[in-house]
């Protein structure tokens, strides 16, 4: 596995709270990738990063914002959650521009009650 | 607008019979093209992959084909096993914005004894 750390694995949180969700890396990638996956629409991308403060937007960005303070962290926070973000959400990272595959981590399930 | 379809949400193969899941995309400007397998409560993982430049890879038992003209791909893998049996995702980046992989909706194969 690359070194890749999900925290939390689980969560269960109420609506209107904020949550935020860590991934952490050991390989020195310089890129980071957030993913959500639900049934019937694979895995859509929330936001990337490709360097320390340097992110931007996928295609299902709204409710959601990033951080990236270190090479190793990439922060995704949901502002006030909603039942709409219940789902589970993947960290990737990637090493370099050329044509090379995202590594992914092993997940955080998020419930939204 | 999806832009990587994976049409059959399910497949059953017997053990060492052939295993074959397609892949259409739609977006021309795609250059290379992944294959994820992920089991349950797991990450994804990287699998096998093809440049634009190339129909055909193979890797052991997993062999990915690609038709530029029809925008199509397709996982062979030969022969099947028990321990494939997973959900298996098309993936595709595009050269530009920092390679943004979009997913397929994915295909759940069993492989049964």
């Known amino acids: 596995d690359a070194g890749i750390t999900q925290s939390p694995r689980h969560k269960v949180t109420e609506t209107g709270t904020p949550v935020t969700l860590r991934c952490h890396q050991t390989e020195n990638h310089r890129y980071m990738y957030w993913y959500r996956q639900d049934p019937g629409h694979g895995l859509r991308l929330i936001h990337y990063s490709y360097g320390v403060k340097d992110t931007d937007k996928g295609e299902v960005s709204d409710g959601y914002s990033v951080s990236r303070s270190k090479t190793e962290d990439f922060l995704l926070t949901l502002e006030s959650a909603t039942s709409s973000q219940t789902s589970v959400y993947f960290c990737?990272?990637?090493?370099?521009?050329?044509?090379?595959?995202?590594?992914f981590g092993n997940g955080t399930r998020l419930t939204v009650t | 607008d999806q832009q990587v379809k994976q049409n059959s949400p399910s497949l059953s193969v017997q053990e060492g019979r052939i295993s074959i899941l397609n892949c259409d995309y739609t977006n021309s400007m795609f250059d290379y093209f992944l294959w994820y397998k992920k089991y349950p409560a797991e990450g994804p993982t990287f699998l096998i992959s093809i440049s634009s430049i190339k129909d055909k890879n193979e890797d052991g038992r997993f062999t990915v084909f690609l038709n530029k003209s029809a925008k199509h791909l397709s996982l062979h893998i030969v022969p099947s096993q028990p321990g494939d049996s997973a959900v298996y995702f098309c993936?595709?980046?595009?050269?530009?914005?920092?390679?943004?992989?979009?997913f397929g909706t994915g295909t759940k194969l069993q492989v049964i004894p």
């Open positions: 990737a990272i990637k090493d370099s521009l050329g044509n090379s595959p995202l590594h």
């Open positions: 993936a595709a980046s595009d050269p530009g914005g920092y390679q943004k992989v979009t």
